[in-house]
Each structure stands twice: as structure tokens, then as C-alpha cells.
């Protein structure tokens, strides 16, 4: 199949158009031909690349209306794709350079041409153009920033992401200078003006490469202002732990030491209130009443920390093993019932006869439903009630109290140390520590379990629920049984 080249001749000499002429029909092969087509003027040069598509132009630099590498510039604005061979009479090294540096994809001095060489011009100068555009593509289509910079400092070429990242414009980019240092192998930061007002913050690296003939650089420009925050987050985030580790660390620490001290003070005290060192007075049995009082809250309140402590540092032993929910919850509702017995509110249970055995720590499971069940009587009016049920897998356990209910921007904050809800409560006035349901959830974490809260819909009261994996073996008759019953329908 013959190729063809259509090529555009610029210039204004009417010999050496001719002889070009004859070297262009002798640069013809079998499967190559060359189709040449001429004007004498840069103006008419111009309005051909207009009307009419070329392969390649053959440019002289001298010519009536145009002088220099000014024509040469204008031809490439006119068609900034097309491959330019510029022709000259002035041996000029530089020149040939700085032309390349232009645009042009060869330089040929007229006095040695033939039409080896200019076949050979040509056929290269097309092959380099493919060559380029091919890169360029890769440039262009790379989502970082690809700026090309000459020796000089100049801009070459900037892809589209760079001109976003600089927010500059074609023009106001390529052809200028670069304002930034080029250190080869080496990453460096650079803060940019972003669209917004806000600082972006860019990493540029910069390699050495030949740009069309030409010893230039290639600086690849990435933002990386988000990761730059994340790698803050990070790192804020690692110090908070590691500061919140320390903490933890200290207050487990001081309330072990506490402890011994705090015996001493709770053995003292519950002497003198029970009158083992001597009658007291009305006055003096009411202070030590107080001080009981005290010391039992805080004795609670070190226990719970220290309980809470390891949990969340995974060091408790949990003794995973098949039990019975509704046993379980009624031994810890009597015993309940009767540290209570002077309560106004009552507790009552609703559950099937049986349930499923499920798979927790028995112990651990106890002291959840004690927290809630203590939980609830603090704020109850008139009742509390215990629900379960068995369902997907599950065993859900609902303790239901009459009070004035949770606020709902705070439900979610429930299960934080240190919390305590804003309740009305009756009673003696007792205050938590704020740490009960901080070591339910992390119990029921460890039981593969899920806990939470909620208010009753009527808005009369809040209900705190949990839920247990049902053990193996009881699993295996459920799915059975359920079976049986969809093929029963």
C-alpha cells in the first residue's frame, strides 16, 4: 500500500524551490511518495495551514515578511501539532538549537542537502513527532502535575493538571519562567495558592531528560495537602492514645494503691458505726454515716475503674461457656429483689419458659444485668421490668424502667466513661461513677454480644437491651424446628 507525505514548502527562492522539488521526486519510493506543495511568504504559508492539512513543513527562516525563529514560532502557533523542518543558509549551531528548543523537529543547513538527507529529515522528523505525541499524551493524561523546564529555566510544556495545580493558564505558563528550584532526585515541598484562598501543599520531584533534542528537566507535581492532614490526624490521633494509655496507666496505678488505705479507712469507720469502739452520739453516728456513705461510693467507684481497666486492655479471663439465660436472670433479679426490698418500684420478668442455652461468661453476663437492673431502679417511679426473647440467632435481654426517660441527643454518649445521666432521681440522692454501662459494653465485647439503649415510645422511660449468641447445640433444634414450621405453611 503507498504511503503518502504531503509536505508544505516555505520558501521564497525560486531556485531552490525547484531544486527541492527535484529532490523531493528523487526521496519518492515504490511504497513512498511525497506530495509537494509551495508558497513563498510566511502569510502564505499561513493561509494554506489554514485551508489544507499537511504532514510536515519545510521552513525556510529568511523570508520577505518574516526574519528568524519568529516565523518559525508563528508556524507553530498557526499548527502546534504539525512537525516543522527548519531550512537556513546560516550555519549556525545555536541557532539549529534553539530552534529545536522552538518547536522544530530538525534543523538542516540548505548548502548540505540532498535528497538523501532530506528524505531522511523528513522521515525522521516524522517518526520524532509521533514519538513526542505519544509522550505528550502520557503527560497529558497523567492526574499529576508534569511540567517540562529547558536549562534556561524556561517552561516548555505543562499538562492539564499542573495548570490546575499552579492555576495558570496555557499562556500564562508555557513560554515563562519557572519560579522554582530543580534539584534532581530529590523530593521537595512546595506550597501553592488554591482556588479557594486556602495553601495546597504539593511534593515535586525532578528528573533530567532530553526534550526534543533539547537537555531539559521534568518536574512531576502531586498534591498531597490530604494526605498530608491524614498523616496529622494519624499522628494526633496515635499521641491522644498514647497520652490516653499514660492516663489509664497512672489511675490504675493510684487506685490499686488506694486501695490498702481505703480498707483501712472503710474497716475504721464501719467499727465506729457499729459501736465496737463505743457508743457515738446522735450527731457523731450521723457524720459517720456520711463518711460510710462515701467510702462505699468510693470503693464502688475504684472497683469499677479497675474492673473497667481490664477490660479494655483485653486482660480479663472470659470463660465462654453454654448457659442458661433464664436461670441466670432470675438469680440475679432475686438477689435483686432483695438487696431492694426497701424500693418503691418492683421488679417483674417476662420471658418464655424455656429459652436457648447461649455461649458467654456467665459471671460477666451477671454483672451486666446488675448494672442495668440497678440502673433502672435508681430512676423508676413505679416498676421495672426484664424481658427475653429468642430470635435470629440470638437471645435479647430488655431491662424497661417507668422513669422520665433518657434525652435522645444523649443516648448515644450512654455507653462513655465517666458519663453520668441527667435523670431526676429518687431515692437517697445516690450518684454513680459513670463507669457501669462503660463496662457493660465492653463485657458484651468480649461475649460477642451487642448492648444499647433506647426510650420507651410512649416516652415513659428508658429501656437498655442486650443480646447473647446462642450456643451451638441449642442453635442445630432452632433451625430445625424453624424449618419444620416453613414447611408446615
Given at each position: 500500500m503507498e504511503q503518502r507525505v504531503r509536505v508544505l514548502l516555505i520558501e521564497d527562492d525560486p531556485d531552490y524551490t525547484m531544486l527541492m522539488s527535484v529532490y523531493i521526486n528523487e526521496a519518492c519510493g515504490e511504497t513512498l511518495k511525497y506530495l509537494l506543495?509551495?508558497?513563498?511568504s510566511l502569510q502564505g504559508g499561513l493561509d494554506l495551514l489554514s485551508r489544507q492539512e499537511y504532514d510536515i513543513v519545510l521552513l525556510d527562516l529568511m523570508l520577505p515578511d518574516s526574519q528568524g525563529l519568529g516565523t518559525l514560532l508563528k508556524v507553530r502557533a498557526k499548527a502546534p501539532g504539525l512537525p516543522v523542518v527548519v531550512l537556513t543558509n546560516l550555519a549556525q549551531d545555536d541557532l539549529g538549537l534553539e530552534a529545536i528548543a522552538a518547536g522544530a523537529q530538525d534543523f538542516l543547513p540548505k548548502s548540505k542537502l540532498d535528497a538523501g538527507r532530506l528524505r531522511h529529515a523528513i522521515g525522521f522528523a516524522l517518526a520524532r513527532d509521533r514519538l513526542?505525541?505519544?509522550m505528550e499524551k502520557l503527560i497529558d493524561g497523567s492526574p499529576d502535575g508534569m511540567v517540562i523546564v529547558d536549562r534556561s529555566r524556561m517552561v516548555r510544556y505543562a499538562?492539564?493538571?499542573a495548570l490546575g495545580l499552579f492555576g495558570k493558564k496555557w499562556?500564562?505558563?508555557v513560554g515563562r519562567l519557572f519560579d522554582y528550584t530543580l534539584t534532581p532526585d530529590r523530593a521537595m515541598e512546595l506550597k501553592l495558592p488554591g482556588?479557594?484562598?486556602e495553601t495546597l501543599t504539593a511534593e515535586m520531584r525532578v528528573a533530567e531528560i532530553e526534550w526534543k533534542g533539547y537537555p531539559a528537566w521534568v518536574a512531576t507535581i502531586r498534591?498531597?495537602?490530604?494526605?498530608?492532614k491524614l498523616a496529622q490526624v494519624r499522628a494526633e490521633?496515635?499521641?491522644r492514645r498514647n497520652s490516653d494509655q499514660l492516663k489509664d496507666q497512672l489511675l490504675s496505678t493510684v487506685a490499686h494503691e488506694l486501695r490498702t488505705p481505703l480498707s483501712v479507712i472503710k474497716a475504721v469507720v464501719g467499727t465506729m458505726r457499729d459501736d465496737l469502739a463505743g457508743p457515738l452520739t446522735k450527731e457523731q453516728a450521723d457524720l459517720v454515716g456520711i463518711a460510710d456513705r462515701h467510702v462505699g461510693r468510693l470503693t464502688r467507684l475504684l472497683n469499677n475503674f479497675l474492673d473497667l481497666t481490664r477490660l479494655e486492655s483485653r486482660r480479663a479471663r472470659v470463660n465462654r461457656q453454654p448457659f442458661d439465660p433464664r436461670a441466670l436472670i432470675e438469680e440475679v433479679e432475686l438477689g435483686m429483689r432483695l438487696a431492694n426490698r426497701d424500693k418503691a418500684a418492683d421488679i417483674r420478668f417476662d420471658a418464655p419458659k424455656k429459652l436457648p442455652s447461649v455461649m458467654a461468661d456467665s459471671d460477666m453476663i451477671a454483672q451486666v444485668l446488675g448494672n442495668l437492673l440497678d440502673n433502672a431502679l435508681r430512676y423508676a417511679r413505679r416498676s421495672v421490668t426484664v424481658r427475653a426473647s429468642a430470635n435470629s440467632g440470638e437471645v435479647e435481654v430488655a431491662v424497661t424502667d417507668d422513669g422520665p426517660g433518657i434525652q435522645k441527643a444523649r443516648l448515644a454518649e450512654l455507653f462513655d466513661?465517666?458519663?453520668?445521666?441527667d435523670r431526676p432521681k429518687g431515692g437517697e440522692g445516690y450518684k454513680g461513677t459513670g463507669l457501669g454501662l462503660a463496662i457493660c459494653r465492653e463485657i458484651m465485647a468480649l461475649n460477642g454480644g451487642r448492648i444499647w439503649a433506647e426510650n420507651v415510645p410512649a416516652g415513659q422511660g428508658a429501656c437498655f437491651r442486650f443480646t447473647l449468641p446462642i450456643a451451638a447445640e441449642a442453635a442445630a433444634p432452632l433451625r430445625e424446628e424453624g424449618s419444620h414450621a416453613k414447611a408446615r405453611a
Open positions: 506543495e509551495n508558497t513563498v513526542f505525541r505519544q499538562n492539564a493538571a499562556e500564562q505558563f482556588k479557594s484562598g498534591d498531597v495537602s490530604e494526605l498530608k490521633v496515635s499521641e466513661k465517666f458519663i453520668q445521666l
